[in-house]
């Protein structure tokens, strides 16, 4: 008879517990998380900073330029008008060192023809709480002697550089024919308009602006038509 052995019975092996984080971990993780969110958040606001900054000084620069170039044409179309004064000869030109007068071939307007009285100098605005280069334009009087109506123009002057803390102009030329044309701080001959105008601006941080330097592309014989004495007109001596 065969007697059967019975087995040795197999405990099965304990059950593992399942993995998981504990809280101090969790709390190390947010904090990993929280940090490299900020240092995420604080690089794209330095980028969008810079952006912004880079991009409102080109525009600066940009709208400078324009103002520059366009001032810089205005002055080398000078026209040397002659005001409507029997007793004397004098182009309408006045310079000085921080303010300049003279009259544009350029009109008022569109719509208007003729020449116009042009001022540039430095004013401040009160909106927007700085001082800027300005242009004003008016249209002469018809028997004008003066700049008196640019004077009393209420036309709302052209900003041409903004943020100015002042403006030098200077003037290269002689006082007639003979002399020998050198720079001057104010244009004080009467009858003559300088050669070349240069203006100097610094602006409200203290920053020297690039000088601009235009040259007058007319004479003063080219203002004859606009004097009843037209025999005293001469064209220049050749250099």
């Known amino acids: 008879m065969t007697r ?4 040795p019975s197999r405990t099965a092996p304990p059950a593992r517990s399942q993995a998981g984080f504990t809280l101090v971990e969790v709390v ?16 794209l606001s330095f980028a969008l900073r810079s952006w912004d900054a880079a991009d409102v000084g080109g525009r600066a620069v940009a709208d400078r330029r324009i103002g520059e170039n366009f001032l810089r044409r205005e002055l080398t179309e000078v026209f040397p008008m002659r005001w409507k004064d029997p007793t004397t000869v004098k182009v309408a030109f006045t310079g000085e060192p921080e303010r ?12 208007l023809g003729g020449l116009s009285l042009v001022g540039v100098e430095v004013e401040g605005d009160a909106r927007r709480d700085g001082r800027h280069l300005v242009m004003r334009r008016s249209l002469p009087d018809d028997e004008a002697k003066d700049f008196g109506p640019l004077e009393r123009s209420s036309e709302k002057p052209s900003i041409l550089v903004e943020d100015v803390a002042s403006v030098t102009f200077s003037y290269f030329g002689a006082e ?7 720079w001057m701080d104010a244009w004080t001959f009467p009858g003559r308009i300088p050669q070349m105008i ?32 037209q025999r005293m007109c001469r064209p220049r001596r050749s250099p």
Not at 100 to 111: D, E, H, K, N, Q
Not at 176 to 182: L, Q, R, V, Y
Request: hydrophobic fraction near 45%.
């Open 28 to 43: 190390l993780a947010m904090v990993l998380l929280a940090t490299m969110m900020l240092l995420l958040y604080s690089g």
């Open 100 to 111: 300049l007068r003279f009259v544009s071939t350029r009109p008022v307007g569109a719509s």
């Open 176 to 182: 007639s024919d003979f002399g020998e044309p050198k």
């Open 4 to 7: 059967c052995r019975a087995r």
């Open 198 to 229: 240069r203006m100097r601006v610094k602006s409200a941080d203290g920053t020297m602006l690039p000088e601009m330097v235009a040259k007058v592309m007319l004479g003063e014989e080219a203002g004859c038509l606009e004097n009843s004495f």
